[in-house]
């Protein structure tokens, strides 16, 4: 009899909110053959222990040796990543007081930072001073208070921080990522790598046998 292919893809991190991890935790299956589609997503890979740790690096040879010991008529295909990044998330921590005061006080350090950044660099160039000049240049006398230049000038600081940021109160202007999702997104992929690559160079990636 012809063994069955089984595609399997990897994540490169996988967040669990149970001890024992399975297969379908960390990766997509696929195979011609329903039944162990279904037998290969809820086999066991790993089980978490120690109470501290809370991450786990595991190789896709380990994850296929274990697959093809529970399912010997099965050919692997790994389509995915070479490692994944298991990290066990505690789904209340979210829900305390102090994680809502670190997320206020993070908001206000960014607005107030933001803010101050901004007015630190007019200062700086002192766009006062340069407004003043090209009024007077155009109208031919002094301006007295606040001119259209500075109205305009305010109107188009707030209508770009909205269109380079894609968001205005809660929703989404395009269905583009946000500049700061796309660096996120780089951001965490580069400690993901940072961190299976420790933990190889360590030796306490789950390896097969």
């Given at each position: ?20 991890v399975c297969v379908k935790d960390i990766a997509s299956v696929y195979c011609s053959d329903s039944s162990i589609t279904s037998k290969v997503k809820a086999l066991k890979i790993y089980q ?156 306490k990636t789950i390896d097969a046998s």
């Amino acid at each position: 009899m012809s063994s069955k292919v089984l595609y399997l893809k990897a994540e490169q991190n996988a967040e669990v909110m149970q001890a024992q991890v399975c297969v379908k935790d960390i990766a997509s299956v696929y195979c011609s053959d329903s039944s162990i589609t279904s037998k290969v997503k809820a086999l066991k890979i790993y089980q978490f222990q120690e109470e501290k740790r809370k991450r786990q690096v595991i190789s896709i040879l380990r994850v296929i040796e274990l697959i093809e010991k529970e399912c010997p008529a099965v050919t692997v295909e790994s389509v995915g990543e070479n490692a994944t990044l298991i990290e066990l998330v505690n789904t209340g921590r979210h829900k305390t007081m102090a994680q809502t005061v670190r997320l206020i006080f993070v908001m206000l350090i960014s607005f107030f930072g933001t803010g101050f950044t901004i007015m630190a660099f007019h200062n700086d160039i002192s766009i006062n001073r340069l407004f003043s000049r090209v009024y007077e240049q155009v109208m031919g006398y002094t301006p007295q208070g606040y001119t259209i230049l500075e109205i305009a000038y305010s109107l188009g600081l707030a209508v770009g921080i909205i269109i380079f940021f894609n968001h205005i109160g809660g929703r989404r202007l395009t269905k583009d990522p946000t500049p700061i999702e796309v660096e996120m997104r780089v951001y965490e992929t580069d400690v993901n790598k940072a961190l299976i690559e420790t933990a190889d160079r360590e030796g306490k990636t789950i390896d097969a046998s």
